[in-house]
């Protein structure tokens, strides 16, 4: 087990350490000391932070001496035993994810220390990013690229294309721009009272319910959860404490077959299939098929056709949110702002590769393209929050770029152009994802209840109840036990009335008993 120790809020430990403040403590003085123990068994998902108030801010400049570090009168810890929070499936859908662990109080002194309240919970804050309020102008890709698989991150173009800002007033004011709700609360000490030298441990478990948005940070909002406990000393000089821990939470869906879908482009003939994988995994690469028909016409006596020249793609990210304003700024004649931020994840240009068959109606194929989220992009994963009003969706937008040239039928190799081309113009909705892992929900690792389990081993009257009768025995005829085990039968009814004759009959004829 790794332990992270903490000081006295007031102390300083490190020139490194820096103070830090927390907003939701009861005490405006109050300092956070943010830190976990973590056994083997944690989630790896959990990511410990630890920090320290220094009140004295030149005490420990250079050449000045070290000052004594005083030992902290309490330590507090966390101890995660449950798995990485994942909620399998979509918002409607999931079960949810089981987060337990163990709290764990620690009176470090010798002499009992005096608290008077203790109380833990798990919060969740959405917050505005400050990219929301930066006002930008339109932008696109450029499409004379030529490299297949572009870096969108070191071209200029590829970011926000479209921004709705806040009002001025929203920019500077902490309550429009954040949001904290407390999900669940464990009040572990509610009265002032006097804690031993001992570690106190509180166990605690709650139900992460399967509608939360996952954790995500993007260029309009950020999803946090966290774990919070405070202990509030009775003596006021002394700041509560305070351990924060950050929860990641992911969403993941499962995977299915491939979606395949068909696009016509009237007036002409042509038709596209396009198959694409059910799930994309944020900063991976993922195939594309394309299938191009009716090139050629259904005409025989037509002198056209259609050749393809190059495919634009690229890959767009739409995030919106809306807007809670506080009571101050919140004007009951308008709806609240809602904020959008378009951006291109990455783009590239495709100028062969496809194979041309132009019997028959004809048609293009191009198959085994790997299309990518740059890995430097921060793809945020699909976020669809009703209650919040938060949505993150990934959409695929292809050109298709084609042109038309004349032939003879005498000699269909030898073609000229016409100088007429199309634009064929198709978007795909993208569903990106966390990893699955091993894709078992917390509900499926809970074993049955008694209530549960089939075939059950029959009662104890049923089986007693079924048992045969045996006929008592006296002691006068036979020879039986003493003490707790003289009314017990020691032989059957059948062996019973054998042995009864033969006993009268050598009553009668003088022989020996018959001893059993």
Not at 42 to 59: D, G, I, V
Not at 180 to 186: D, Q, V
Not at 221 to 241: G, S
Not at 440 to 458: G, R
């Amino acid at each position: 087990m790794r332990t992270l120790h903490f000081l006295h809020p007031t102390k300083p430990r490190s020139p490194s350490l820096r103070p830090t403040r927390s907003a939701g403590s009861p005490s405006q003085n109050a300092d956070v000391i943010t830190g976990i123990s973590l056994s083997n068994g944690s989630s790896p998902s959990l990511s410990p932070t630890t920090s320290a108030t220094n009140n004295a801010k030149n005490s420990l400049a250079m050449g000045s001496p070290r000052l004594p570090v005083a030992q902290p009168p309490i330590k507090l810890n966390y101890r995660i035993e449950s798995p990485p929070l994942v909620l399998y499936g979509n918002h409607n859908e999931s079960t949810g994810a089981l987060l337990c662990g163990i709290f764990d109080l620690e009176v470090v002194q010798a002499a009992p220390f005096a608290m008077e309240n203790v109380y833990m919970g798990v919060y969740q804050k959405v917050r505005i990013t400050h990219n929301a309020a930066t006002k930008t102008t339109p932008s696109s890709p450029p499409h004379g690229h030529q490299s297949s698989s572009s870096s969108a991150n070191s071209d200029p173009n590829v970011g926000p294309t479209f921004v709705t800002t806040l009002p001025d007033h929203s920019r500077t004011c902490s309550d429009c721009t954040s949001k904290t709700t407390e999900l669940a609360r464990w009040d572990i000490l509610t009265q002032p009272a006097s804690l031993p030298k001992s570690v106190h441990g509180y166990p605690f478990s709650h139900l992460l319910p399967g509608s939360l948005p996952a954790s995500s940070k993007n260029s309009v909002f950020t999803v946090e959860y966290y774990l919070k406990a405070v202990a509030t000393p009775t003596d006021k000089r002394i700041p509560p404490f305070v351990l924060e821990l950050p929860l990641q939470i992911k969403r993941s869906i499962i995977g299915g077959p491939d979606r395949t879908s068909v696009r016509v482009f009237p007036p002409t003939e042509l038709s596209a299939t396009v198959n694409l994988p059910a799930v994309i995994h944020p900063n991976s690469t993922f195939n594309f098929e394309l299938l191009l028909e009716g090139v050629s016409g259904s005409s025989a006596n037509k002198s056209s056709r259609w050749r393809m020249r190059k495919i634009n793609w690229r890959v767009d990210e739409t995030v919106k949110m809306k807007s809670h304003l506080c009571d101050s700024h919140h004007r009951t004649d308008e709806e609240d702002p809602l904020i959008e931020d378009v951006r291109v994840l990455n783009f590239g240009e495709i100028k062969g590769g496809w194979k041309t068959d132009f019997t028959g109606t004809g048609k293009i194929e191009l198959s085994a393209q790997d299309f990518s989220t740059h890995t430097l992009a921060g793809v945020c994963c699909n976020v669809d929050d009703p209650t919040l009003g938060l949505t993150v969706t990934h959409t695929l937008v292809m050109e298709l770029v084609i042109s038309e040239e004349a032939f003879q039928h005498k000699s269909a190799r030898h073609s000229v152009p016409t100088g007429a081309a199309r634009v064929l113009r198709m978007q795909f909705n993208l569903l990106v994802t966390d990893h699955s892992g091993l894709g078992i929900a917390w509900d499926d690792e809970v074993p049955p209840v008694y209530a549960d389990v089939p075939l059950s081993p029959p009662e104890y009257n049923n089986v007693v109840a079924n048992l045969p009768r045996f006929e008592e025995m006296t002691p006068s005829s036979l020879a039986v036990g003493q003490g707790i085990n003289s009314s017990m039968p020691l032989c059957s009814p059948s062996l019973m009335s054998i042995v009864t004759t033969r006993s009268n009959h050598s009553s009668s004829s003088n022989d020996d008993d018959i001893v059993l």
